[in-house]
C-alpha cells in the first residue's frame, strides 16, 4: 500500500522560506515522476513543480521558477520528495500536495498525500 505524508507546512512572513518534505512509502517504481501540487481557496488545484526518475529533470510552474527548488532522495527504495520554497508571496498561500505517478509499462498509478497548509503573512 502506497502512502505519501507531507509536512513542513506553517506560517511564514513574506518574503520568508519554508522547506516541505513527503515521504513515501511502499512506492517500488524506477520510473516515475513527483509532483507538488497546489491549492488556494476558490481556486483550482495547479501544478507547482516535478522531478523524475530516471535522471533527475525538473520543471517548474512559471509562478515560481527561480524561488522555488523540487529535489529527492531515494535511500534503498525509501523515497522522499521536497519543496524548497524562498521569496514566498501572499500568493503563495495554498494546501501543498504531492503526487507520486509511477510507471510500469503498460500502466501507470498515481497516488496523493493529504496536503500540507502553507499560509504567507505578515
Known amino acids: 500500500q502506497v502512502q505519501l505524508v507531507e509536512s513542513g507546512g506553517g506560517l511564514v512572513q513574506p518574503g520568508g522560506s519554508l522547506r516541505l518534505s513527503c515521504a513515501a512509502s511502499?512506492?517500488?517504481?524506477?520510473?516515475?515522476?513527483m509532483s507538488w501540487y497546489r491549492q488556494a481557496p476558490g481556486r483550482e488545484r495547479e501544478l507547482v513543480a516535478t522531478?523524475?526518475?530516471?535522471?533527475?529533470?525538473?520543471?517548474?510552474a512559471d509562478s515560481v521558477k527561480g524561488r522555488f527548488t523540487v529535489s529527492g532522495d531515494n535511500d534503498n527504495g525509501k523515497i522522499t520528495l521536497y519543496l524548497q520554497m524562498n521569496s514566498l508571496k501572499s500568493g503563495d498561500t495554498a494546501v501543498y500536495y504531492c503526487?507520486?505517478?509511477?510507471?510500469?509499462?503498460?500502466?501507470?498509478?498515481?497516488?496523493w498525500g493529504q496536503g500540507t497548509q502553507v499560509t504567507v503573512s505578515s
Open positions: 503526487k507520486a505517478v509511477g510507471r510500469r509499462w503498460p500502466r501507470s498509478y498515481a497516488y
Open positions: 522531478i523524475r526518475s530516471p535522471g533527475g529533470s525538473t520543471s517548474y
Open positions: 511502499g512506492f517500488s517504481f524506477n520510473n516515475y515522476a
